[in-house]
């Protein structure tokens, strides 16, 4: 945990850099103190097919769903959303202004008593390098 | 919101015209009367890699994810996970009579104090153009 | 139900055979005797795009979302959680040798009242062959 899940439509590809989308969210995650640097997982998922609103072929979406441990406070939920959410429409502000274009962000629980993990970033990045 | 999220084995590719099954999903779901018409996002994912059943090579899945806002009444989401049910069983009926095939759908809530969206599909789908 | 799906950094499509996870999962799901084979579907999707922890380029993630109906015991859904951590890390263990990896395991619920599913698989493997 925490996970950064993007979804995007195949037809934004050429126009956002979606790696760079990506590093954009981790930076936003971690500047929120919330989260431990090993623990930050952000990707983005290409849809290859796909049908918007009134289905006009330029229309497009970004989605990111943010999944995270349920014992973070109410107003860490909340400040991870809204930093994930700036991070993001920084980057793509051009595409809102042809009004085809729609971003959203979620943030859900995980239960600590049903998922498992083993990290191995956590051992590298909790000690300095000798 | 909201957001359809259709799963697929890549084995159905060259069977099932996917961007018509998003189409579809996004008729059926406007048909219910419970959305915008801009807010309506359905997307298809490739699964490149899986594992079905028995495991034979021709068994193949559909499964749809449908996230939307939390206020909907039990009767609306029901009314719009079955519409999506039927639009899709209809358009891959074929798919069924070998006995390889499973389709599915899940209806689950987003959580209003922990979602963002910024969408610009409404300022011109709201509007009439001129 | 159930589903396991499994996401993963695209830098590991040259190190782990994604099929054989796959195949790992459904063996390890099966086996713990909570499901029907008919109705257990694994899938994998590759990430394109990802910025995981400091950012290295061999930094590399797997992530299994597990989908099941709600019915189960909490001692049903630990044991499948388990057994598929269990599964994955035996077949990927050498990825954590260089502390660059993360591995990692979800499982939550499906409302039986908002989700709809039609099976064909449950057909041919209820019934043994004439």
Redesign the interface.
């Known amino acids: 945990?925490p996970?950064f899940?993007?979804?995007y439509?195949a037809n934004l590809e050429s126009q956002v850099d979606?790696?760079a989308?990506?590093?954009a969210?981790?930076k936003a995650a971690l500047a929120t103190g919330v989260f431990e640097?090993?623990?930050?997982?952000?990707?983005?998922?290409?849809?290859?097919?796909?049908?918007?609103?009134?289905?006009k072929p330029e229309?497009a979406?970004i989605?990111a769903s943010v999944?995270g441990a349920k014992r973070r406070t109410?107003e860490q939920?909340?400040a991870v959303?809204?930093a994930v959410?700036a991070a993001m429409?920084s980057l793509v502000e051009p595409?809102?202004?042809?009004?085809?274009?729609?971003?959203?962000?979620?943030?859900?629980d995980?239960?600590p008593?049903?998922?498992?993990?083993?990290?191995?970033?956590h051992?590298?990045?909790r000690e300095p390098a000798a």
């Open positions: 945990m996970h899940i993007i979804e439509s979606m790696t989308l990506c590093r969210v981790l640097i090993g623990a930050v997982r952000v990707r983005a998922i290409k849809c290859e097919h796909y049908a918007i609103a009134d289905d229309n979406f989605d999944r109410p939920k909340k959303g809204e959410m429409a595409l809102f202004k042809d009004q085809n274009f729609a971003l959203s962000v979620e943030v859900r995980i239960d008593d049903l998922s498992w993990r083993r990290n191995s970033l051992e590298r990045l």
